[in-house]
């Protein structure tokens, strides 16, 4: 799966422990309690959704591997596919960063305009 900038800049930051706790892109469950309470399934604080979009969510398998490409084509990473679903993103914008608007918000312009239908984990 080609990765754009904006992914494979938050995948680095996954790999190097800049996003600690996390170890990957974060699941439904962690997904839904950041968005509704700041908090991880574990109850940790955490601010914001960190996720892998996409528009063909049909390629993505639970339970199988999937190759991660950097914006060059080269492999990056693998990632086991746990779990594939379409969020609200209106919640999303309105809770995370307050507004629908995409020119008052940089990353509700990006989730609004560029992002995928589907998240990915």
Request: hydrophobic residues 40%; aromatic residues 10%; contains cysteine.
């Amino acid at each position: 799966h080609q990765l754009n900038d904006r992914q494979a800049h938050d995948l680095e930051m996954l790999l190097v422990g800049g996003f600690a706790p996390l170890k990957g892109f974060m699941n439904r469950s962690d997904y839904d309690g950041v968005v509704e309470r700041m908090r991880l399934s574990t109850g940790e604080l955490w601010p914001l959704p960190v996720t892998l979009d996409t528009n063909n969510a049909s390629k993505f398998v639970v339970g199988t591997c999937v190759t991660l490409l950097d914006t060059f084509g080269n492999p990056v990473a693998k990632l086991k596919v746990e779990d594939v679903w379409r969020p609200n993103k209106t919640i999303e914008a309105l809770r995370c960063y307050g507004t629908l608007n995409r020119y008052d918000h940089p990353a509700v312009k990006y989730l609004m305009v560029y992002a995928g239908d589907s998240y990915v984990a």
